[in-house]
């Protein structure tokens, strides 16, 4: 049974015997189940169930449709049991992942896998019990299976971790099998949602002792035990209930009386068995409360409000993309804020997105003294029973903002009035692994489509499709080409490596004239940014006497060498080794590190500066949880003298005393084979020199080079923009790549590199057959052929934007994939699909 809303608004209730439920595995289809009677009129659409699947497996799935149809070539199982009472997917986001699924060219289960945060799966947890009957005599039974059947008898059933606290073991398992074994125990599979509230234990007085004369006797019958009353007198100091009974429901966490040494526990638990105080239990929110702070006021400049009014006019014309093109230091986020405020006042929420969690720290900060609770934050380095918090607090309208990366598109928003898409043009919006392969930018304006509410991108350097969009009217255009307040834009020099190197004025991997700057700018007590796009301690090690360089047993890659943990990993599959200490080919002890990474930088910076304070932001320091937020509160406390990093450090942070940044290895990021890389060097070093001088301070930014004369760091200094995009745009018409066409990459994986050749060529010729040579490129190699030992070709697919059709053209792509995939002569061979790659 189904309520389902008719044209006139009167509600009807319908009966199905059978619902579709999204499964998240990959799979071209949804399954169909049968309704259980009990769950008649009560099952919603985007209701998490638990369902049977194959003959061992229980997944959470969600109801995706009703109807009367029984499935044609399998029998549909029933529903084992429904998780939501209200549900926790709305309607529009089934629709979405539908949509995802057929663009983006995989399964609607592999979307909800990635869109669903993992607390809201059940999982299923190995549990032990007693087996009916069972008997102990003539069995010989060691100490610890008496203590472990014992526990079972009290306990009904134990988790393996359960049983091996217990017996205070670290490996349970061969006491299980060993009862196993003996008849006496039986291990099933319990099903358990992934979620738990974080629960918080609480002391109050109990109902026989609230009042006012009943306390007073109360501390006549304590007098003789003074170790009682000092837990009733530290209760009631903290809990006034002479001046507001009701106090007392609240009560005290508990946490509080253990934590005072001057407490007696055992007084306390006397309290609570004779009936005095009583303990219980509350769900609490895992996120700290926070007010607005009502001195937050935002002041535009007469440039800001110029180009918030402009950003209306077009949102009121009917314009619901609009680009906002300002330069690095402009205010930017002074503009969002407003428009959010505005937004939220109208009764609609709004989602924030950011490109990188490091972006996230500072600009929650700031965000948190204008919205408070109401803005929740969305990200990856949140535990899972965080995710769930903020899921639920979006259904429940706890938070009617949020401010997330990437996969903050999937919230269960139903009411949006605006979407905001910082730095729009960042790669990491972009998902590689696993499908879908989806960019949060684009999702953001399908996402409005569907919801009707506005989108507002944003960028000092906007990606080159998004900008000719902006050009040619698809999407409003409104610019901001002066900092805000007095700050100037920063002064950019080029230090020419080639000279450097021939006047021998190089210091290790610094020139002369960023050696220096650093020192001034030390000196004069300012900080310093210096940026190298690459992590590690160097990109390779290798053999002076053969030139025999170590490298990964499965990818087809140098082992990049990292001096902190003493190892030589491999960035693609993790694979390590410790440093050789003699050629493996010729046994020369003559190893040296070639290269600089952001750990070579660091450590040769602390040798040529030891008194300065210097720290490294990277993904090797910043994997734990809060790493981000504590470098970058060493960093504006002025705790750090010098940060050295990888792009992460180019995503809109904000630091006042910053004077200077140095740029490592320009070279290799403009000459990276790939037709963005002249954008994406443009992009990183624009927004990292960005970084430097705000307010009254102009800045300085020395970008090291060996080719000084290359157009692109010319385009760097002048800040111009539009000179790179007009230079790009016309080299990209001319070779028909984005945004003159659309893009498909297959990637086909196989362990042996001629299969994975063989099983190219043929996908290639079958679809140049109806598609046409010109449009099929490949199969070609990549840069990185072998990964996690498989061998990679890739095969580029070139579509026209308009005139054809375009779903027709992926469901054939798809079908001569599966057809390859199916192919027994090219068993285990592997097909990756990526619609829009980066």
């Not at 006042?345 to 950011?354: E, I, R």
Request: contains cysteine; charged residues 25%; neutral net charge.
């Amino acid at each position: 049974m189904n309520t389902q809303p008719t044209e006139d608004g009167i509600t009807t209730v319908t009966t199905f015997p059978f619902t579709d439920v999204i499964l998240p595995v990959p799979i071209p289809q949804m399954f169909t189940y049968a309704i259980p009677t009990e769950m008649q009129g009560v099952l919603k659409i985007g209701a998490r169930v638990i369902v049977p699947f194959g003959n061992k497996k229980i997944l959470t799935g969600i109801v995706a449709k009703f109807h009367n149809n029984p499935p044609q070539n399998y029998t549909a199982k029933y529903i084992l049991e429904l998780l939501d009472e209200y549900p926790l997917v709305t309607e529009g986001q089934i629709r979405l992942f539908e949509w995802m699924a057929s663009y983006y060219m995989c399964f609607v289960g592999e979307v909800m896998n990635v869109a669903i945060p993992s607390g809201l799966k059940i999982s299923s947890e190995s549990t032990i019990q007693l087996k009916p009957n069972f008997k102990t005599e003539g069995k010989d039974l060691t100490v610890k299976e008496l203590r472990l059947i014992e526990a079972l008898q009290e306990a009904q059933s134990l988790s393996y971790n359960e049983a091996a606290n217990i017996l205070e073991v670290k490996n349970i398992y061969h006491i299980i099998k060993s009862l196993i074994n003996k008849d006496i125990v039986l291990v099933f599979e319990e099903v358990k949602e992934r979620y738990q509230p974080k629960i918080v234990k609480k002391i109050r007085l109990t109902q026989n002792y609230i009042s006012k004369s009943d306390l007073e006797k109360l501390y006549k019958q304590l007098e003789k035990y003074p170790k009682q009353l000092d837990v009733i007198l530290f209760y009631l100091r903290h809990v006034p209930v002479f001046k507001d009974w009701t106090l007392n429901e609240t009560g005290l966490e508990k946490s509080v009386f253990t934590e005072d040494s001057t407490l007696s526990d055992s007084a306390l638990k006397t309290l609570i068995k004779n009936g005095i105080l009583e303990e219980f239990e509350v769900a609490v929110s895992r996120f700290e409360e926070f007010k607005p702070d009502p001195k937050a006021k935002i002041i535009l400049s007469e440039a800001q409000k110029r180009a918030e009014e402009q950003i209306m006019q077009y949102f009121a014309q009917g314009q619901d993309i609009v680009l906002l093109h300002g330069i690095t230091g402009s205010g930017k986020t002074e503009i969002y804020i407003d428009l959010a405020k505005k937004v939220l006042a109208s009764g609609s929420q709004v989602l924030f997105l950011l490109p990188e969690i490091a972006l996230t720290t500072q600009i929650v900060a700031r965000l948190k003294r204008f919205f408070g609770s109401q803005m929740g934050i969305y990200h990856s380095k949140f535990s899972d029973n965080e995710r769930v918090e903020v899921w639920q607090g979006v259904v429940s309208g706890k938070y009617n903002m949020v401010v997330g990366v990437r996969s903050a598109i999937f919230l269960p928003f139903d009411n949006l009035g605006l979407i905001i898409v910082d730095e729009e043009h960042e790669t990491s919006y972009k998902q590689q692994e696993p499908a879908p392969r989806y960019n949060a930018r684009d999702m953001a304006m399908v996402i409005a489509k569907h919801q009707q509410c506005k989108v507002l991108l944003g960028s000092a350097t906007p990606s080159i499709e998004t900008y000719y969009h902006a050009k040619n009217g698809r999407y409003g255009l409104v610019q901001l080409k002066e900092r805000f307040g007095e700050a100037q834009l920063p002064d950019i020099e080029l230090s020419d490596l080639t000279q450097e190197r021939k006047a021998k004025t190089m210091h290790g991997h610094f020139s002369d004239k960023l050696f220096k700057a650093i020192k001034e700018a030390l000196e004069r007590k300012e900080q310093v940014i210096l940026f190298q796009n690459r992590r590690g301690y160097s990109p390779y090690m290798t053999c002076r006497e053969c030139t025999w360089i170590p490298k990964c047993a499965h990818c087809a890659v140098s082992l990049t060498y990292h001096m902190a943990s003493q190892e030589l990993r491999c960035h693609y599959c993790g694979y390590s080794i410790t440093p050789p200490r003699k050629c493996h080919v010729c046994g020369s002890t003559r190893m040296e590190t070639i290269g600089s990474g952001t750990e070579k930088i660091e450590d040769d910076l602390k040798l040529l500066l030891p008194e300065a304070n210097i720290q490294r932001m990277d993904l090797d320091t910043t994997r734990s949880k809060n790493a981000y937020q504590q470098i970058i509160n060493d960093f504006e406390k002025r705790n750090i003298d010098v940060l050295v990093g990888t792009q992460m450090l180019s995503k809109g942070l904000d630091f006042d005393n910053v004077s200077l940044v140095g740029i490592f290895d320009a070279d290799k990021m403009i000459n990276f084979p790939d037709f963005r890389a002249t954008e994406r060097a443009f992009q990183i070093m624009t927004q990292v020199s960005g970084r430097a001088g705000r307010k009254d301070k102009r800045g300085k930014v020395i970008i090291q080079t060996a080719n000084p004369t290359q157009e692109v760091l010319h385009k760097i200094i002048q800040n111009d923009y539009e000179g790179l995009y007009l230079m790009e745009i016309e080299e990209r018409a001319y070779y028909n790549y984005p945004p003159f066409s659309r893009l498909i990459k297959l990637t086909i994986k196989h362990a042996d590199k001629r299969l994975s050749l063989q099983g190219g060529k043929l996908l290639a010729d079958v679809l140049s057959e109806k598609l046409g040579k010109n449009r099929v490129l490949g199969p070609e190699p990549p840069l990185i052929n072998r990964i996690r030992n498989k061998y990679l070709h890739t095969i580029l697919i070139k579509l026209e934007r308009e005139g054809i059709d375009l779903k027709a053209i992926k469901k054939f792509i798809e079908e001569k994939t599966e057809d390859i995939i199916t192919n027994p002569a090219l068993k285990k061979i592997q097909v990756v699909i990526d619609v829009d790659p980066l």
